[in-house]
Structure formats: C-alpha cells, structure tokens
C-alpha cells in the first residue's frame, strides 16, 4: 500500500479558503495517509496560518503535519504555536528554519532570542513530545554550494536531534534521489524519507520555483515544456505525464510513499494518481 500525502498552502483570503475546502473534498477521496500545510513566508501570514491548519485537521478529520519556521520568531512564540498547535490536536509538525526574509537567495538574518537553524526547532519540538519531520534536498539546498556532504551532515543533525521522518523538495531528476537515499542508507539513518512530487501546471511558474529552491530542471524536461509552453492545457498535461513517470521510477526504486505539492489544486495530483491506480 503507498502512502499519499498532500501538501496545502494557507490561502490569503476567504475565497481562496473556500477553494481549499472544495480541494482538499476532492483529495480526500484519494485517502491520504497525512496532509501537510505550509507556514506562511517570513511568519507573515501566522495567524491565518495556524487557524487553516487547525481547522483542515478538524473538518476533515485527516492527520495533519503542520510546518513551522524559525522566521522572525523567538523561541518563546514558537513554543507557543507548538503549544496550540498540540492543543489543536495534531501530532506532528515539519521542523523547518525558513527562507529570509527577502527571499530564499537573501543572507539568513537572525531574530534576537529566536534560532538559526531547524536542527534547534526540531529539538524543542521533539521536547514537547511532538512526532517531527524536517527538509531533505535530492539536489541539495541552495545554500549548500553543492557540498554534498554538509547536506547530509544537516539532516543526520536532525535525525539526531529526535526527527524521525523527512520530506524532500520536488526534484525531477531520479539520480539525485537514488544519491540521498543511497548516502543516507551508508550512514546507518533511519530517517523515513518521502520524496516530494510537484506535478507541473504552469512552466514560468515552476522555473522561478526551481531557481528559488535550488531544484535542477533536466535539459530534457525543459525542452518537453518548452516545446508546449504556449498551451495551457498540453502544459498541465504533460506536467501530469512526467510526474507520473517520475512516481513510476520512485515505485520501482521501492518507495512507499509519496508526498505531493498540490499548490492548492487537485486536479493534476487526482489525475496522476488516477494514472498509476494509487490512492484507494
Ligand atoms: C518539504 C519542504 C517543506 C517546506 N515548507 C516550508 C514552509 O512551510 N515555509 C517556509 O517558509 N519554507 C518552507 N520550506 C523551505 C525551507 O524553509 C528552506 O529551504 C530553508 O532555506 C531551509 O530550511 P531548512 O529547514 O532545511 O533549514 P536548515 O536545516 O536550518 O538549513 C539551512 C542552512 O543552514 C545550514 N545549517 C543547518 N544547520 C546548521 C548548523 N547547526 N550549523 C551551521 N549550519 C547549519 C544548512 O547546511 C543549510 O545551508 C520547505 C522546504 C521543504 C523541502
């Protein structure tokens, strides 16, 4: 049986949070082991933030993982949305530190009395009795400068520190996957690690997400865009094709699970499922 999981982020009005709730009736059909909602940049959005993802856990009834970053927020207020968040009923959170301010690419600027890193969240959260789950990069994090190794060194950190489970970044590239679970299986971790699956909708959209978040866009994926870029339609349809060949490699490999980033939307997440008769 393979594991869905979907990935929400909390709408900025109330239109869009009734979109959500229409969406996530659809993915809820697919019976998802988890639902994970994302923590708005830079804290910005915390207060709605914290009420969708308590709410999505009670109207559906689905486990949900809340994301927390360290963004402007000193230890005191992050052990307080831990606190609501346990109060709330949910039992994991996904430890993260957060890009700055002015964007992933921008220098890390610390909060006085807040941490600097995830490994620091994912302590005080495990202290709370939380399950928690951290970041993983199949092609390392931006700030890395592709030293591979500091990328492992950070998530065997967290591993140690209490995380039991991580999500990675979208990818599309299935050797770079094979390389983090190969290195992490040679350092003895026993991290679940859930490979994180952005199926494509809109082809300016994704180029800006990948440069954002260091994923590498094959020269071969980019030319199959390019060659519908102009067509809306034929986009997300092939956007739905290669996230469904990239699942079917990651079955194949053994995995057992698979984490999807539905940017709000079912409809590509419920067509590539539907594709490879998962989710029943
Ligand atoms: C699945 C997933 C979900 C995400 N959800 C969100 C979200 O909801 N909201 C949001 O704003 N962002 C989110 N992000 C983006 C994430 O916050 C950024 O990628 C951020 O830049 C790094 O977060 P991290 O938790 O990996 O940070 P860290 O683990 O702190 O790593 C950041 C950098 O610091 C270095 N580092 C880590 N620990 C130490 C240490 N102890 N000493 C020295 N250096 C160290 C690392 O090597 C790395 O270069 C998500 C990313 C993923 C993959």
Known sequence: MIELSFEFFPPKDQPGEERLWQELTQLRSLSPKFVSVTYGAG????????????????RTG?????????????QSELSEVLDSYKGAGIKEVLALRGDPVGGPLATWESTPGGFDHADQLVKLAVEKGLGVGVAAFPDLHPASNGNVELDLETLLRKE????TFAISQFFFEISSWERLMNQLEKA???????????PVTN??????????????????????FEAVAEDEKAVRELGVEIAAELCTQLLELGC????FYTMNTAEATVKVCQSLDLGK
């Open 43 to 58: 804290g910005s959005t915390r207060e709605r933030t914290i009420r969708v993802t308590e709410e999505i856990g009670q």
């Open 256 to 259: 057992k699970s698979l984490h």
């Open 203 to 224: 082809v300016k959209q994704i180029v800006k997400f990948a440069q954002l978040s260091g994923t590498q866009i094959p020269d071969k994926t980019r030319t199959r």
């Open 62 to 74: 689905l486990d949900t993982v809340a994301h927390l970053t360290c963004v402007g927020s000193t």
């Open 160 to 163: 140690e520190f209490g995380a």
């Open 188 to 198: 003895g971790s026993n991290l679940k690690l859930i490979p994180g699956v952005m």
